[in-house]
């Protein structure tokens, strides 16, 4: 279930321990019904969908995506206030591939029974599984003409390693057979692979008969060399920066928060962290105690990111179709990396571990998916000092400690650092980073006065472009301000002249304020007006009579600059605004669609959202698309320092006043612990 990053530790963190344990070891009855599928429960869908399949024999079957059916939020909000209410009925969906159909099984884990099995025959595919994807790469080793085509560039054949890419949607009318193409990289040398792509070689696999269909060799550039594309430490050659004296973070009486199973609680905060294939972590039910009112208050039911679109910006032929879904298509979940212990994270983190059904069906451990940790880095939570005092100064500070829950994604080269963080303030902020290896292209070129043509990107060492690109991370967002019956208001700020000419002044801006009544009124595109998007409860007031509400603050206002009607941007037209809002309805989850690979944009939140329904003092969600638009720099190589962007959900008129104002201090401790 957990483990801790140093053993010494371990007797800090008993209690901690203690109660995890208890966890474990508690009736199936008390299970949280928003925790992930557990082992058994994998090992128990597993077993019925096969036994529900006749001459298997004679059938391949693959476990796309597994993950437990959402419980009707009714019935969890109601467990969730009241301990002595039933856990709502715990039901599973699994959509399993065999036959050359979809099918889409809906299964009742407390009876241990098949609800439902549906055949799902639109032109898109699910999740993507990794046995699959490594079974595709193997195939190019045995396949003559590619054994041909790097003998002519002399390359060791085995040194060769290819990468899957979903292969899109081209406006092809025809339902399209179930594919990948592989793009392969030379490791020969170096293990930075994806700084090296074997150019002009692209194959196309048919994923359910595991064959290669498609074969071309167009053209040849040099492989960029190995040298320079090295990260480990030992294959460096000096000079290193000297290191820095030691940092750490230690908290000798342990962590300040609780887990117990997947929930957890840390000063006013509480929350349930739950785990998916393609979501990866999923924030549900987090409350603040508001410390005036003595009373638990809601704020969010469930957030994560729903997409993740990555569109590559070069037209040729080995690569238009690089327009990647890496949450619909790859699974944020499945390639969540094993976070390090001190180095992914800080020394009083603790570890969580995850499963999720593999491509056989069978539960596939993930080892400390998350880490969830103190954040104690010096910054200030708030402070004054008062000087105009005759005779005396007054000075009040606090130091800001938040509570972080990380888990990070490697979607084959690229590396997300995803961050949920929580604020006593009441704030919480999601924060993204990208670091790792990008996506580049081998070339000729090896100066940039040489290029007289469109490379589709930057040179950012011999004979290697780094293509343009963009990452548009779409978060869905159920915030549940103080209950379920919400509104989305956006405040413009507009600039005034004043009707009285004998002012001295001739502008000012104002705040106008306008409740969204349907969708169309929410769907907000950033750089176009100065905008404040609160949701707010328009039942609770302040006071002051203000509406109770969250601020969404964006740090990032980038948006889509492919045209409406390509293709990519059809599929991924959730990006055309930065923020929409939608009722409620547990259906409408991915963004992108329930099947995405190779979607054609006819299930996405731009077509739900068609209907233009009414969202005022409603059950709302907000999704927010966070854009980074990638233009690359020579920094970016051989591996990217990590460039971050977020979002922060701010409390707005929650609270009668300032919620930090009686924030008591972390306890001191004693100066021996950190003495020099
Ligand atoms: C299943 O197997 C049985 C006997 O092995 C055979 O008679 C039957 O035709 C098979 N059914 C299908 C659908 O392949
Ligand atoms: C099952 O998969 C293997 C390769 O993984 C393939 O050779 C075989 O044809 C598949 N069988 C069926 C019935 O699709
Ligand atoms: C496989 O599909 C074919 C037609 O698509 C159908 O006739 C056959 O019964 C299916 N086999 C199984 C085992 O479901
Ligand atoms: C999208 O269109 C396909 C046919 O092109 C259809 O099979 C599928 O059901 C449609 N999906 C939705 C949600 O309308
Ligand atoms: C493989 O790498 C080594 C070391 O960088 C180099 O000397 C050798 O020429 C490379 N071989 C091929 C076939 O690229
Ligand atoms: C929920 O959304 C789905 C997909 O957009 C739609 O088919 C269904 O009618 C919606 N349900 C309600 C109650 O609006
Ligand atoms: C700090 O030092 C005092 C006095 O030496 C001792 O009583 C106390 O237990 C220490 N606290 C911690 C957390 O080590
Ligand atoms: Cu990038």
């Known amino acids: 279930m957990s483990k801790f990053s140093h053993f010494k530790l371990i007797l800090f963190f008993l209690p901690l321990l203690i109660s995890l344990l208890s966890t474990a070891a508690a009736p199936a009855g008390r299970r949280h019904p928003l925790d992930p599928l557990s082992p058994d429960e994998i090992e128990l869908i597993r077993s019925l969908v096969i036994n529900s399949i006749r001459n298997l024999s004679t059938t391949n079957v693959t476990f796309q995506y597994v993950a437990p059916a959402d419980p009707n939020k009714q019935s969890v909000l109601l467990w969730h206030s009241n301990p002595k209410t039933p856990s709502p009925p715990r039901r599973a969906t699994a959509i399993v591939r065999y036959n050359s159909s979809t099918h889409e099984i809906l299964i009742d884990l407390d009876k241990k029974a098949i609800i439902s099995d549906r055949v799902y025959s639109g032109p898109a595919y699910s999740v993507f599984t990794l046995s699959e994807l490594l079974d595709a790469v193997a195939l190019p080793q045995s396949h003559p003409p590619f054994v041909a085509a790097m003998k002519k560039r002399k390359l060791k054949v085995k040194d060769v390693i290819c990468a899957c890419y979903s292969v899109g949607w081209f406006g092809e009318k025809m339902k399209q057979r179930r594919m990948v193409k592989l793009q392969c990289y030379y490791s020969n040398g170096s293990v930075n692979l994806y700084m090296r792509p074997v150019e002009g070689v692209t194959m196309t696999v048919n994923l359910d008969e595991m064959k290669i269909i498609g074969f071309r060799d167009r053209y040849e550039a040099p492989v960029p060399k190995a040298d320079g594309t090295e990260y480990r430490p030992s294959m460096l050659k000096p000079p290193f920066l000297p290191p820095l004296n030691g940092v750490k973070m230690v908290q000798p009486e342990g962590p300040s928060f609780k887990v117990n199973g997947h ?3 840390w000063s006013n905060w509480e929350l349930h962290v739950g785990f998916d294939k393609r979501a990866g972590s999923i924030i549900s039910l987090a409350s603040i105690y508001d410390i005036e009112k003595q009373k638990r208050r809601q704020v969010l039911y469930k957030g994560f990111i729903s997409e993740l679109f990555v569109p590559y910006m070069d037209l040729t032929e080995e690569w238009y179709y690089r327009t990647f879904f890496d949450a619909g298509e790859y699974g944020l979940g499945q390639y969540a990396a094993s976070l390090e212990p001190l180095r992914d994270c800080p020394e009083n983190a603790v570890f969580m571990d995850t499963y999720i059904a593999a491509g056989d069906g069978r539960p596939m451990k993930m080892a400390n998916t998350f880490c969830i940790f103190e954040r104690h880095a010096g910054d200030i939570m708030w402070r004054h000092t008062e000087r105009a005092i005759s005779n005396r100064i007054i000075r009040e ?31 919480i902020i999601a924060t993204v980073g990208l670091t790792g290896l990008l996506a580049v292209k081998a070339s000729k070129y090896t100066h940039r006065d040489q290029i007289k043509e469109e490379v589709y990107g930057t040179l950012i060492s011999e004979n290697t472009i780094g293509a343009n690109h963009d990452h548009f991370f779409t978060y869905y967002l ?21 009707p009285n000419t004998d002012n001295p002044r001739k502008s000012y801006w104002t705040v106008v304020s306008e409740t969204a009544k349907t969708e169309a009124d929410a769907r ?9 998007l609160v949701v707010v409860n328009p039942n609770r007031r ?29 599929r991924a037209a959730f990006t055309n605004y930065n923020v929409w809002v939608t009722p409620y309805n547990i259906s409408e989850k991915w963004a992108s669609g329930l099947y995405t690979d190779q979607s054609r944009g006819n299930d996405t939140l731009a077509t739900w959202s068609l209907r233009n329904r009414e969202i005022e003092n409603k059950d709302i969600v907000m999704w927010y698309t966070l854009g980074v638009h990638h233009a690359p720099c020579q920094e970016d190589f051989p591996l990217m320092p990590t460039l971050s962007s977020g979002f922060e959900l701010r409390p707005t008129n929650f609270f009668e006043s300032n919620p930090v104002l009686k924030v008591t201090p972390p306890r ?9």
Not at 404 to 425: C, G, H, I, P
Not at 524 to 532: D, L, N, V
Not at 564 to 569: I, K, L, N, S
Request: hydrophobic share 35%.
């Open 478 to 498: 159920d915030l549940d301000v103080d209950g379920g019956s919400n509104s989305f208001v956006k405040s413009n700020l507009r600039t005034v002249r004043p």
């Open 542 to 570: 302040t006071r002051m009579g203000n509406p109770v509400g969250y601020r969404l603050i964006p740090k990032s206002t980038a948006g889509p600059l492919l045209s409406v009607d390509d293709y990519p941007q059809i």
């Open 397 to 427: 500070t606090r130091a800001e400690v938040s509570l972080v829950v990380r888990m990070v994604a490697t979607v084959a080269n690229y590396d997300y650092v995803l961050d949920w963080e929580f604020k006593q303030s009441g704030s």
């Open 263 to 265: 929930s957890i609680s």
């Open 668 to 676: 001191p401790l004693n100066r021996s612990v950190c003495a020099h």
């Open 524 to 532: 907000i595109k950033f750089g176009r007006q100065e905008a404040e």
